[in-house]
Structure formats: structure tokens, C-alpha cells
């Protein structure tokens, strides 16, 4: 596959949203005005989560705007605990949820606790305030979801099989796990980790294999 259509494919991957060095900050910025108006605010900790949650509701034929569900990057786990405080005292707080990566789990435990929202021990208790987590991460869960055969026809149809062939004959990755592989070839750009946040999220849907933590959020709200 040429330049040309790989970077036709990877600007309808990404239509809709930014990309680049802030393109999460941009993305804040946009949902921010539709929370005074929002049923439910589902905090995500960036733009990868919210294109694979966005694109999962839309696969399951749900609208989020219409549904006044605000999915919203909160520039990573440690502004957790500031944005939860931002919503005011827990009586006037619209509905909340959220989603995190495995590493923050206990940073978005320290923030519910902090901001009253809960105090949960336990992951159990985290879902029981429609807070869930990714093991090991948004990419993991998606790949495991998809299958590593499946994974890799999609690198291929987007022409991107041979930079992870490259990557997979580096000697740090040479014979480690398929998933282990292609979860580093996703983190290795920021813009590839987006395209493939809805790549693989169209993928899971299609095939009934969304991961649990995205599909009870999506249930919860």
C-alpha cells in the first residue's frame, strides 16, 4: 500500500477528531461546555478512551448526544481527584462514571474517596459507583477482545503490517507474546493509538467481543 492511501485511511480513522500534541487538550475543551447540560459525565482518562467509547455506543446503535452522555478526557489519572471536586457537593453532582487503565486504579480509588463520592475498597465497590478498569489497558482489552489474528489482519488492511513486522524483529520484542508486540506497536504514536481506539473498537463491536469494562460503562450510563 502507498503513502498516500495509508494516509487516506488514517484521516477516516481519525474524522471527527483531533490529533497531534494536544489534540487531548482540544478535546477537553469541546466536551467541557456540553457537561452543564449532560444526564451523565463519563470521565476517561484521554482521547484514545473517549474515541473507543464514543465509536462502541455508536456500534451498539446508541447516540450519546442525543442521550446527553458527555464522555470526557481528563488529561490522565491525577487530574482525577480536581475534576471529580469540580462537579460541587455531591447532592447537586450530575452522574458520574468513568473508566481507567489497571496502574490507576488506586489513583481513581484516592479520587472517589476524596471527593465523596464513594468509598470504595474494592474494584467490586469502583463498579458499584460505575467506575471501571481496564486490565491492563484500553489496547490490551481491545486486542484480547479482538484476537491477535484479527489484530493483525487489521494492521494489514491499513497498511501498517510492515512497521509492526519491524517492530516484532527488534531484539527487546523478538519472540515475545503477539499481544504483548502489538500492544507497544499502538503505544509507539500517539495518532496510531487513536486511529486504532476506534479501529478496534469497530472491530470489537462487529464481532460481539467488547470488552467487559467498556461494555458495563456503556451499560451503566
Known amino acids: 500500500m502507498d503513502a498516500t492511501n495509508r494516509r487516506e485511511l488514517a484521516r477516516r480513522a481519525l474524522e471527527g477528531y483531533d490529533s497531534g500534541p ?3 487538550d482540544r478535546a477537553t475543551a469541546r466536551a467541557l461546555p456540553k457537561v452543564a447540560d449532560a444526564v451523565a459525565v463519563v470521565l476517561v482518562e484521554g482521547l484514545s478512551d473517549q474515541i473507543a467509547l464514543e465509536t462502541a455506543a455508536m456500534g451498539r446503535g446508541r447516540d450519546l448526544e442525543a442521550e446527553r452522555v458527555v464522555i470526557l478526557p481528563i488529561g490522565g489519572a491525577h487530574a482525577i481527584g480536581r475534576v471529580l471536586t469540580g462537579f460541587g457537593p455531591p447532592a447537586t453532582r450530575v452522574r458520574l462514571a468513568g473508566l481507567c487503565d489497571l496502574h490507576e486504579e488506586e489513583i481513581f480509588r484516592r479520587g472517589l474517596v476524596a471527593a465523596d463520592v464513594g468509598s470504595p475498597r474494592t474494584r467490586t465497590d469502583m463498579e ?4 471501571y478498569v481496564c486490565v491492563k489497558d484500553l489496547e490490551d482489552e481491545l486486542i484480547r ?5 484479527e489484530v493483525q489482519e487489521l494492521f494489514d488492511s491499513q497498511g501498517d503490517l510492515g512497521s509492526f513486522r519491524s517492530l516484532q524483529s527488534q531484539p527487546a520484542w523478538r519472540g515475545q507474546e503477539p499481544e504483548a508486540q502489538m500492544r507497544r506497536f499502538l503505544s509507539s504514536g500517539a495518532r496510531r493509538k487513536l486511529r486504532y481506539a476506534r479501529l478496534l473498537a469497530e472491530a470489537a463491536v462487529g464481532r460481539d467481543v467488547l470488552p467487559r469494562p467498556l461494555e458495563a460503562l456503556l451499560t451503566a450510563v
Open 22 to 24: 494536544d489534540a487531548s
Open 128 to 131: 458499584h459507583l460505575g467506575f
Open 145 to 149: 477482545g479482538v484476537g491477535a489474528a
